[in-house]
């Protein structure tokens, strides 16, 4: 090999450095609008996914269902507490449960139809009433309430839970909901 020879081979190395350090920036700014190409799909695709994923959740709380109790008809000879049960719908996740709930039907002060919650306010067991004593009592730790649900004793922080219900085509109907426990204020939970 001779001098000239040095020199060529000196040169096309030159050259191919420079090609090949241009084809690498062309490769990384194609990478690169790939991957920005590759996220904006996937923020767009993950919108509508979101919002399926999220759906149950956010109509579990705007939902309002309302349950048939019975008939005014029959319930106009409610005088004391009638424990009925109704049939909730709730959202565990993306599954349906159906359940029956306890809720008793009775007369307030005015003489109106009213509708308790059968869950005790201190820790939800299920309050019994006694018609021989004249009361709710519940049978965890004694929490005692009127025929009205008002607190006469025990742990519980508060009176009983009133349900929402209204007479609908001679139907008394409830809207089912769940309430904290352990506050002196009706919260609800669902
Ligand atoms: S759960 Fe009812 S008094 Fe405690």
Redesign the pocket.
Same mark, same amino acid.
Do not use: D, Q, S
């Given at each position: 090999m001779n001098h000239s020879d040095e020199i060529h081979i000196s040169s096309t190395a030159e050259e191919y450095k420079k090609l090949g350090g241009t084809a690498s920036s062309r490769r990384s700014f194609l990478a690169l609008l790939l991957s920005a190409g590759a996220a904006s799909v996937g923020a767009l695709l993950s919108v509508p996914l979101l919002r399926f994923l999220l759906h149950p959740l956010v109509k579990a709380k705007t939902q309002a269902s309302w349950k048939e109790i019975g008939s005014v008809e029959d319930l106009a000879s409610v005088t004391s507490p009638v424990k009925k049960l109704v049939k909730v719908e709730q959202r565990d996740g993306w599954r349906k449960i159906v359940s029956e709930k306890a809720v008793y039907v009775c007369r307030d002060a005015n003489g109106h139809l009213c509708t308790l919650s059968s869950v %005790?306010p !201190?820790? &939800? %067991?299920s309050?019994a009433w006694h018609d021989d004593k004249n009361k709710f009592i %519940?049978p965890? !730790?004694?929490?005692q309430f009127t025929a009205e649900g008002k607190l006469l004793g &025990? *742990? *519980?922080p508060r009176g009983m839970d009133r349900l929402e219900s209204k007479v609908e085509d001679g139907k008394l109907v409830v809207h089912y909901q769940t309430f904290k426990q352990l506050v002196p204020n009706k919260e609800v939970i669902a």
């Open positions: %005790c !201190h820790l &939800g %067991c309050i %519940c965890c !730790h004694n929490g &025990g *742990p *519980p």
